[in-house]
C-alpha cells in the first residue's frame, strides 16, 4: 500500500495556504481538463501564493484522491505537505434553483489504510432506484448508470452517470456516524452555504427551516468565502450571536474555500482570489483545530 503523503514540519503555527476543495483529471462530474495532467499539476506548483495542501475531491469517489497521490509520491507537487481526500456528495433535497445540496466528507489521509475504509464506509451508502439498492461503489455506480440508461455499454460514461442520479440521505450520514467509530474519528463533515447548491438555496421555503437547520447543525464546517457568511457562523451577525449558535446549531464553524476547480485554468486559482489560510502545521490536526478556534485558525 502507497503510504500517505502528510510530511508536518518542526516550525510552530503559522498561515498556510490550503486548496481544501479542487477536482482532478477524470473527475465523474464536469470533467473539464481533458486528461491534462501535467497542465494540472504545473498550475498547483506555480501557484502564487503556494499551496501547501489539497483536499483533493471527487464524486462520491476518492479516484482524483488516488491519483495526485500517486503523482505527489513520484515527485510531482513538491510544494504540498499534505493531500486529503475530499468526497463530494449530493443530498436527496433542491434547493429553489433546482440543484441537490451539495456536502462533503473530509477524510484524514493519518491512517495507512485510509484509502480502504473509506471505500469500505461509502459503501454503506446506498440509493433506490426502480426496486433494487445500489451501494456507493465503482461497479454499483456503473450500474445505476446502466439502469437509468440501458442502452449505455461504455463503463466510464454509465458511471459518470450514476454519480449523477446517485444521491444520499441526512438519515444515512447520521447513521454512519452513530454507528462507525472509525469514520468519527477520521471524518469531518462540510456543507455548501451556496445559494445555487447550498443550504441558503432553501431560505425561501419555510418548509424546509428545520431539515436546513439540522443539516448544517451536523455540519462541522461550512463551504463559504464571503465575509458576511462568515461573520453569520462566527457569531458576528446582530441577528445571529455565539449563544445562538450554540443553541440551534451545535456552536461556531470554520469557512473554508476553495478553487472548485474542474478544469486547468480553475486549479488553484480561487474566484476573486479568495485564497483559504490555515494557521497551524500542514496536518490534518490543524483542520480538526479549526473547528474548535474558527475564528483563530481559518
Not at 92 to 118: G, M, W
Not at 155 to 179: C, I, M, P, S, Y
Not at 214 to 219: C, D, G, M, S
Amino acid at each position: 500500500m502507497i503510504p500517505a503523503v502528510q510530511v508536518p514540519l518542526a516550525i510552530g503555527s503559522q498561515w498556510r495556504r490550503w486548496d481544501p476543495h479542487l477536482h482532478a483529471p477524470g473527475t465523474l462530474l464536469n470533467d473539464q481538463f481533458k486528461g491534462d495532467w501535467e497542465g494540472y499539476l504545473s498550475a498547483i506548483e506555480t501557484a502564487s501564493p503556494a499551496v501547501e495542501v489539497l483536499g483533493v475531491t471527487d464524486y462520491f469517489s476518492i479516484g482524483c484522491y488516488r491519483e495526485v497521490r500517486r503523482h505527489h509520491i513520484a515527485g510531482r507537487l513538491r510544494g504540498v505537505r499534505l493531500l486529503f481526500p475530499n468526497v463530494e456528495m449530493r443530498l436527496d433535497v433542491a434547493t429553489d434553483k433546482k440543484r441537490a445540496i451539495n456536502l462533503h466528507l473530509l477524510f484524514s489521509p493519518e491512517a495507512e489504510d485510509h484509502e480502504t475504509q473509506i471505500e469500505r464506509v461509502l459503501a454503506d451508502l446506498t440509493f433506490e432506484y426502480k426496486g433494487r439498492k445500489y451501494r456507493c461503489t465503482p461497479s454499483d455506480l456503473v450500474s445505476l448508470g446502466r439502469a437509468h440508461k440501458v442502452s449505455q455499454s461504455q463503463e466510464d460514461v454509465a458511471r459518470r452517470d450514476g454519480a449523477n442520479q446517485f444521491k444520499v440521505t441526512v438519515d444515512q450520514l447520521r447513521d454512519l456516524f452513530r454507528n462507525d467509530s472509525w469514520i468519527v474519528r477520521n471524518c469531518l463533515v462540510a456543507v455548501s452555504a451556496s445559494s445555487n447548491d447550498g443550504t441558503a438555496g432553501l431560505q425561501r421555503d419555510a418548509s424546509f427551516d428545520a431539515w436546513r437547520k439540522e443539516v448544517e447543525r451536523f455540519a462541522h464546517v461550512v463551504v463559504a468565502s464571503t465575509q458576511s457568511v462568515r461573520d453569520f457562523w462566527l457569531g458576528k451577525n446582530p441577528n445571529c450571536d455565539v449563544q445562538t449558535l450554540e443553541r440551534e446549531y451545535n456552536g461556531r464553524k470554520p469557512c473554508l474555500h476553495g478553487s472548485d476547480a474542474h478544469c486547468v485554468a480553475k486549479a488553484a486559482a480561487p474566484d476573486e482570489e479568495r485564497y483559504c489560510w490555515v494557521k497551524g502545521d500542514p496536518t490534518f490536526e490543524s483542520l480538526r483545530q479549526a473547528i474548535l478556534e474558527p475564528e483563530e485558525r481559518v
